[in-house]
């Protein structure tokens, strides 16, 4: 970061930023402010000296047609930078306004996996047009780029790396370093090739910086490097970073060939994103967060799941419906069933949640699944015990019948019970079978959860007191 | 990572690993079969050659009783880095069958923020007795460190880094570097600093290499680099990281000197960490994973939230019992109200989980805030629309009454726009009063979307078909 960053972390040690992140929210008025005014002049001397990402930021935060002309003020001068680092649907919103001439050249200039993300977000006519306004060098290599696997360690290389023979020695590299012109803008390691470009071994920059001149690589690089795949799943990658500690790593093709690099900043990004997915996926809302989807889009992509939703909310209508006569007789079941419900559901969920998020961490798996899953039935057990005794009491003193009370007490225990069970039980067999565990767990579990409760529940009642 | 990596790496690549992480679950019982062998050589010859963190996944893996012989075997042996690697459960399991000297002795051999994860992890007399046995100059370093708030800046520094003055050559930095022995085992960038040692500029380490001999290092430093204060909170640190793609800062004072660095792998720890913090507090349960608490820790954890569920559903049923009298004479009401409160509480868990999101990637904020808001009322009214029409549909023709269909159909329009009024409410104001918007908001969320659904829904039958 090269840019006017110093306030931003002033501001943020002082605890000023009423925005939170980088840019206050008296910026954004000034520059709302601005944009009302159509002063370019201003806008361009405000915005164009930031760093790219809180450029980004001030896209985001804008209205649409803010941002619109906002755009239309700067596009000849925004950095390519930042439309790299747009969240898809705001970069959806601008791209379309750009002269292809000006946006080829822009994509021109980015590394190959900032490039792929700008492309990937145009249909495929569009597309096919401004590949062409790009050298073919790096064009061939965008192209290449665009054909592995969505999510795929292909998709976020760059393809610029620093790659030597195990034979040169320190001194040679650093001459080869401090002369060549194709060196990648940032890096941390550079990586031991043998002859068929293979990966044998990486060296970090500061081991190589300690290292008299003399010194042959071979002798200190670290073998056996961790190597990526190039159809490697991000998440798969983003565990070797974590997991190892690492800044940088190799990526090669099928032959085992090095053909590019991941680093740990694409990694950084990749966590965020799994871990939103993750969040919003038990939420009922697939894939990327919809803040930036229009009203009417952000409704239709949530219908889905509240649809699902409808129909399990009717069947345990129907698990009611079964009882009709009996809530006819005793209207205080009709008050106190949804406690049951309601408890097993949120029981269930905090069960779910924790495996759910420990199988994504990988923390929960095939080695210590059944002690987890026995250790959440007995979870269940234990707390259902305990409502069971405090609802129980609760039910029968509001309604003065013994009872109630312990109608309700049976059907707490079981359905927390059923709820540590299946909590557990219902992510690890989407996992299993190969279904995302966090996004169709949350629903699967609280239609159990309510049918079970109200079925229980009322189900005992007809049975004892009646 | 310097150790046998690679077999796990190609698993991973091959989709071997049926665990999914590093470790393969085959491998795992071959553990537990020489655990119950006592097969103290095998265990040894296996494990140690592994990198720290797969040793400690192993720890993580096994159960309490597994892992204590494990550790009985490998004690004097195992690697200080693997105990900091463990989780703090499973840390504590471990940490008290040591030989106070030699943990000392581990300890003194650990980063400064690794030795203080590991020492607030013991009871303070435990301790200081510990900190007896280390050298005097890491010891005040670690104290210093543990005297910092958790989850801050200064907690996760380490305390060494190469500082340089600006006026110097970049041979001069290298020869130093080559000669010092006082050099942190990670670097990627150098800091230059001025006579009062405050950071005045960075130079990452690909730049210096670069770089010829004599190039002057106030000619190539990034001049008002990113500062972090050691007080600065670790959510916020980590916003910098990814906002500006860093691997590493320097940490400052109060009176603004140099006196730490934070690395990019502590950050993705932080940033794995508060996504899982956020996620799991949705679900209602403070804090860490409680995968590796004992059942009934994990109950008791558990039970303080499903406390709180549990008056919040008192509170939705004395608002049924408001209408005891409706329900005896429709009893259809019982039957239907469920669905009512399920597809409130659903939407406005989307709506919640949404913002509370993108209130922690700072993506909502004060100059958007409004936005979000009023597009997620509009979010609720359209999908309140749809699904008025669709359950007001499902209820006339199941129960054959017009009248019913109505009712349903305007308490779930009603709901479903509370939903998203408050789905989006709710954590802008916990925020804004410095409540963490993940806590609280869910179940006060699904409070208000029980209560208003049924009181709505039933109030509504008792006006309009009574």
Chains 1, 2 share one sequence.
Do not use: C
């Not at 966590?271 to 919003?280: H, K, N, P, S």
């Not at 109608?407 to 359905?415: K, Q």
């Amino acid at each position: 970061m090269e840019k006017k960053s110093k306030n931003i972390v002033e501001n943020i040690n002082n605890n000023e930023t009423s925005l939170g992140f980088g840019i206050s929210s008296i910026f954004i008025d000034e520059i709302r402010n601005a944009i009302r005014a159509n002063d370019k002049q201003y806008l361009e001397d405000k915005i164009l000296i930031l760093h790219q990402a809180d450029i980004a930021d001030i896209f985001e935060i804008l209205s649409k047609e803010e941002r619109k002309t906002l755009f239309s003020f700067l596009q000849d001068k925004l950095p390519a930078e930042a439309l790299a680092s747009l969240d898809e649907q705001v970069l959806k919103d601008i791209i379309d306004n750009y002269k292809p001439s000006i946006l080829g050249e822009l994509i021109g200039k980015l590394e190959t996996d900032d490039a792929s993300y700008i492309l990937e977000n145009l249909d495929i006519e569009k597309r096919d047009a401004l590949l062409e306004q790009i050298p073919k060098a790096p064009r061939n290599l965008i192209i290449q780029s665009l054909q592995f696997p969505e999510m795929s360690a292909g998709r976020l290389m760059q393809r610029d790396y620093v790659a030597v023979p195990r034979y040169w020695n320190v001194g040679q590299v650093i001459d080869f370093l401090r002369g060549s012109s194709k060196v990648p803008d940032q890096f941390y390691s550079i990586f031991i090739v043998d002859p068929k470009h293979m990966p044998v071994g990486t060296v970090p920059l500061h081991k190589l910086m300690r290292s008299e001149r003399k010194v042959i690589l071979s002798d200190i690089m670290i073998k056996e490097p961790v190597i990526v795949s190039v159809t490697m799943d991000q998440e798969d990658m983003a565990f070797l970073f974590e997991q190892y500690d690492l800044t940088s790593a190799p990526v090669v093709n099928s032959q085992n060939r090095l053909i590019g690099m991941v680093t740990v900043d694409d990694v950084v990004e990749v966590i965020q994103e799994e871990a939103e997915e993750d969040m919003l996926k038990l939420a009922g809302i697939s894939g990327d967060t919809d803040l930036y989807l229009a009203a009417w889009q952000t409704a239709r992509s949530r219908f889905s799941w509240l649809f699902i939703n409808l129909l399990t909310a009717i069947l345990a209508s129907i698990a009611i419906g079964l009882f009709e006569g009996t809530i006819k007789q005793i209207v205080a079941l009709a008050v106190l069933m949804p406690i049951v419900a309601s408890m097993g559901g949120n029981a269930g969920t905090q069960t779910l949640t924790v495996a759910v998020r420990a199988l994504a961490t990988r923390e929960l798996n095939q080695s210590n699944a059944l002690r987890v899953f026995g250790k959440e039935i007995l979870v269940g057990i234990i707390n259902g015990l305990i409502f069971a005794v405090i609802v129980g009491l609760v039910a029968a003193l509001w309604f003065g019948e013994h009872g109630l009370g312990i109608v309700i007490a049976l059907a707490m225990l079981f359905n927390l019970f059923v709820a540590g069970f299946f909590g557990a039980a219902i992510p690890l067999l989407l996992q299993r079978w190969k279904i995302d565990p966090a996004l169709g767990a949350s629903i699967l579990l609280t239609t159990v959860t309510d049918v079970v409760g109200f079925f229980v529940f009322l189900g005992l009642a007809q049975m004892l007191l009646i």
